[in-house]
C-alpha cells in the first residue's frame, strides 16, 4: 500500500445529498455519451449482460485537481483521499486515458448489477477517509460537508416578531380564537 494521496473536485451539495456517507463510483455505460476509455470498453466487452462497470477518477496532484477546479462553478469541494484507500475498496487502478500519462488515475470495479447499484457501485469509500481543502487547510470530509450550525444569539430571538407556536395555536382551536 501507497501513502500517495489524490485529488477529485466534486460539488458539495450532491456530496451532502449522499444518504450513506460513503463515496461511490457512478455506472459506467459504455454509450455514446461515456468517455471511450479504452481499458473500460475491453473489460465491458467480456462482461455478461448482469454485471457493470462502475468508474471514478481521481487527479494524481494538488495543482492538477486546483486547475481542474477553474472548471466547476461556485459550490465545489475540493477533496483528497490515500490512493490505497480506493485499491482496499476493490478498484483496479489505470491512467486515465482522456488526459496525458500520469495526469489522473482511472478507477473501475465491475459489480453483479443488482437493485442496489444501477447508478452507484456498491463499492465504496467512507467520508472517514476523506478530507476536504477548507481555507488552506485539510479538514475531515465528514465535518465539511455536514449542515452548518445556525447559532441564534438571545438578541435575535428578542428582536424576531413572534408567532405562536404548535401548541398555543392548537389550544387558540380548540378554545375557538
Known amino acids: 500500500m501507497t501513502n500517495e494521496y489524490i485529488y477529485r473536485n466534486d460539488y458539495t451539495a450532491k456530496l451532502r445529498d449522499i444518504p450513506d456517507d460513503c463515496f461511490r463510483a457512478r455506472r459506467w ?6 468517455f471511450p476509455h479504452d481499458v473500460l470498453r475491453s473489460q465491458l466487452d467480456q462482461l455478461d449482460d448482469d454485471h ?9 496532484t494538488l495543482d492538477m485537481a486546483l486547475k481542474d477546479r477553474g472548471n466547476y462553478k461556485p459550490g465545489t469541494t475540493l477533496g483528497r483521499c490515500l490512493k490505497s484507500e480506493v485499491e482496499a475498496a476493490g478498484f483496479n487502478a489505470s491512467w486515465d486515458d482522456g488526459l496525458d500519462p500520469e495526469e489522473a488515475y482511472l478507477f473501475w470495479i465491475t459489480e453483479h448489477l443488482g437493485e442496489d447499484n444501477q447508478t452507484f457501485s456498491k463499492a465504496s469509500i467512507p467520508f472517514s477517509r476523506l478530507e476536504a481543502l477548507v481555507d488552506g487547510d485539510w479538514v475531515p470530509l465528514s465535518d465539511h460537508i455536514s449542515p452548518p450550525v445556525q447559532v441564534v444569539t438571545e438578541r435575535q430571538v428578542k428582536d424576531e416578531p413572534g408567532k405562536p407556536g404548535i401548541l398555543a395555536r392548537l389550544l387558540g382551536a380548540v378554545k375557538g380564537n
Open 29 to 34: 455505460h459504455g454509450d455514446a455519451n461515456s
Open 52 to 60: 457493470s462497470i462502475y468508474r471514478i477518477c481521481f487527479w494524481t
